[in-house]
């Protein structure tokens, strides 16, 4: 009986400290950030078929992490979830297309912005729609708790029957595609994406001159200044070196 207990001993040992590893402290100090995305937003995220996220917000996480010495590893999360687990600390940081807004900066803190962004509304080519305003009525995809939806509830009201929120956006523009919705709300770098890739012949994207500027933020856990600061240094200097440039370039081509 008391060798079967001993014999358990290092096997205990081993677990915890394989779980004590993938375990996030409050950042900063850990060489492996553990990096959470909603990767599911190309050209900023997007999982492979192997399960390797790629994107724009992945390599400038990498960059940013390369710059200050520090390794990263990048998990789908998925949106909603990925706020809780920065909150929970199961991820150190958070990068995925986020717009600084300040109802999130009440609950996180944001690094300085990284990319500017605005809502725009996918509809099809034979669409005359110049203003969101004007869909009044029509039934409107959008992710459910992100700026796009914002956006819509500021013009139609938060409880506005036609809007349908999607978990991700890829569900939106599919519903979309199959004409079970009107429109769909979302980030322009995103629609252009899908424009060039897949949808342009019978899709168009509308700007409407009402919506806001947005900028893009990556986001710790509320007071993790000490991870924040390394973030922000970092993006400082891939934003001087060129390698923010370089990046940049590769996903949208020459900056305006
Ligand atoms: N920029 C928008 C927001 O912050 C949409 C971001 C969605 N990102 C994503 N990876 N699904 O609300």
């Not at 809780?84 to 991820?91: C, F, H, P, T, W």
């Not at 009440?106 to 509304?121: C, M, R």
Request: aromatic share 8%; proline share 4%.
């Amino acid at each position: 009986m008391k060798k079967r207990r001993l014999l358990w001993l290092p096997l205990l040992l081993m677990v915890t400290l394989i779980s004590g590893c993938g375990q996030s402290n409050d950042g900063g100090s850990k060489d492996v950030l553990e990096i959470g995305t909603d990767a599911a937003y190309p050209p900023f995220e997007k999982q492979k078929g192997n399960g390797e996220i790629t994107g724009f917000d992945v390599d400038i996480i990498k960059a940013i992490a390369k710059a200050e010495g520090l390794k990263v590893h990048v998990q789908h999360t998925g949106w909603d979830p990925l706020f809780e687990a920065v909150k929970r600390g199961k991820v150190d940081a958070g990068i995925s297309a986020m717009t600084i807004n300040p109802e999130r900066q009440k609950k996180f803190d944001f690094s300085k912005p990284y990319f500017d962004a605005k809502q725009t509304i996918l509809l099809p080519k034979s669409s005359k729609i110049k203003r969101l305003k004007e869909l009044k009525g029509k039934k409107i995809g959008v992710q459910s708790g992100t700026t796009g939806e914002a956006v819509v509830q500021k013009t139609f009201g938060k409880t506005y029957q036609g809007l349908k929120g999607y978990e991700d956006t890829p569900g939106a523009i599919d519903d979309l595609y199959n004409g079970r919705v009107d429109a769909v709300v979302a980030d322009d770098g995103v629609v252009k994406d899908y424009l060039k890739n897949r949808m342009k012949n019978q899709f168009q994207m509308v700007e409407d001159p009402s919506f806001e500027p947005e900028y893009y933020g990556i986001i710790v856990k509320k007071g993790n200044k000490e991870l924040l600061d390394k973030i922000n240094a970092g993006l400082k200097k891939i934003q001087s070196n060129g390698t923010y440039d370089e990046i940049y370039t590769q996903y949208f081509g020459e900056k305006k």
